[in-house]
């Protein structure tokens, strides 16, 4: 398989020292699935110690108390046997993975993405297209999780086609899903999930309805901010990442799959019969959002792409816009001449899923175990308190405040469960030094993206090794894709930071009529 560091080269500089030191100690690692059975056990020791010693904490959320649960115990017996199939099964990444594989796979068994690639795409300048995936992957957000499980494996499809490591492809896309989540051209579901976690935060404070922000409260910074992530994770991927990649050595199955030699006159019709296909279901989708029950709607009976059942039910819309050009072109191009060919290669691409599977029943495990014990809301109340305890303001808190969401973030990968907990603490907290609930919780989301790219905690982080593992490099490790993604997240949460205070030091609004202080009404009521 393909080289995934370029072996003999000579390190330079601290950071490249350190990189390779995180590498070396991360791919000390064991096995994904023997790694989550691990965390599994001190998950459930740490649930017991705590238990016995009363921890608990007040959930600002519900102003409840939250003990530490003691999986050894009757009732956490009970819980584990009861729940440890639904654990499995209810495992959101795995019905995700496993469709998604099938769409895509049934593209590139039928020879479609080989063929466009040669046609269409071949000569993308190798320099640019880390700036394209990583602004791909983040306006990708808009599909929430399903971005990233798309992107990264077309990804690593046009960086082998431009001459450049997959592998690099991968973990280009991968950050731009992840580290860019918040970012977006549009609306998003991000926003409306967070906006009204923080206009619940409101009415406890305030007092119900007395004052709301709205779902476009942080549009402008996070739109400026697409291009910003897009642009950090581009020149990071090109100038840190690619250079600890030699050059790719594809294996023969690789380099049948992705010869570009010129497509034959089958390939060319499928193509054009794909694309035909591709766009009547395209405008069937469209037809069925603006006249059929695609679309929400909303109070005042228009139709809105923010929690609709086209943005709840994205899968299956993908499944079917990879699915269908892929079985189009591969019987316009005699690759398929039977049903039984079809099948042949689903099962093709479902064979490699094996050690996938078995990841995802531990990972299962490991994930409902951690909630059941509530060991993440004490970690992120008691965060909270320790900052809110600190006393300190300005730039200085802007900047701890960020911090802290990452480093919870390493931890509780969920955005929403976070930002339910800080929330009815810090929207009062920050409204009475004068800040804009608005801007809190755009202070909140910049601390909860970038880490997202090398947290060990999501599961989609395995999900794209696994796949790079099966497609390019068997011997790919977690160390030397956490030494890529890790500068990502690093370097864009500095800029970020950074550009958050340029923002502040112009005086630019975050969203129509939102600025970083409150407005003069609201601060009387605060004040």
Known sequence: MGK??????????????????????????????????????????LGCVFNLLGVSVINPAKNEPVYAQNLFTSEGLIWFLSNMVKNFTGFAPLGLVLTMTLAIGMCEESGLI??????????????????????????????????????????????????????????CGYAGAQAGFSANLMIAG???????????????????????????????FMF?????????????????????????EPNEEVKAEMSLEEISADEKKGLRWAGISCLIYLAIVLVL??????????DAGKRVLVGSPLISNLIPVLFFFFTIPGLVFGFVSKKFKKSADVVKGMN?????????????????QFQA?????????????????????????????????????????????????????????????????????GFIQLMYRLGDSPTNAFTPLSPYIWVTLGVAQVKYDKDLKIGTFAAGLFPIGIILQICWIIFLVIWMLLKLPIGPGVGINLPAELAYLVG
């Not at 599994?40 to 020791?45: L, P, Q, S, T």
């Not at 901010?225 to 581009?234: N, P």
């Not at 959002?289 to 909303?298: C, E, H, R, T, V």
């Not at 919870?408 to 930002?419: C, E, F, Q, R, T």
């Open 369 to 437: 175990l951690f909630n059941w014990t509530n060991l993440g809301t004490i970690m992120a109340v008691a965060g909270a308190n320790l900052l809110k305890s600190a006393g300190f303001t300005g730039i200085g808190m802007i900047i701890a405040f960020i911090l802290l969401t990452g480093l919870i973030n390493l931890l509780v990968p969920s955005g929403s469960a976070k930002w339910a907990i800080l929330a009815p603490v810090f929207v009062p907290m920050l409204m009475l030094l004068n800040y804009h609930p």
């Open 190 to 220: 991000t926003d409306s999930l967070l906006q009204g976690i923080t206009n619940t935060a409101l009415n406890g404070f305030l007092g119900e309805g007395v004052y709301a922000v709205d779902v476009t409260c942080n549009w402008i």
């Open 289 to 298: 959002f603006f006249f059929g029950p695609l679309a929400k709607i909303n």
């Open 348 to 364: 093709h691409q479902m064979a490699a899923m094996g050690s996938y599977v078995v990841f995802c029943f531990f990972c299962g």
């Open 114 to 171: 080989r063929a466009l690639l040669t046609d269409k795409m071949k000569n993308i300048p190798p320099v640019i297209l880390p700036f394209v995936v990583a602004f791909v992957g983040t306006i990708g957000n808009l599909a929430s999780d399903t971005a990233m499980v798309v992107i990264p494996p077309i990804a690593a499809i046009l960086y082998l086609a431009a001459g450049k490591h997959p592998v690099v492809g991968m973990i």
């Open 224 to 248: 400026a901010s697409t291009f910003l992530c897009s642009a950090v994770i581009g020149w990071v991927c090109n100038w840190i990442v690619d250079k600890r990649f030699g050059k790719y």
């Open 4 to 45: 995934n560091k370029n072996e003999g080269a000579v390190k330079q500089g601290w950071f490249d020292r350190f990189l390779s030191a995180l590498e070396r100690a991360c791919n000390k690692l064991p096995p994904p699935a023997i790694l989550f059975i691990y965390l599994f056990v001190i998950v459930a020791v």
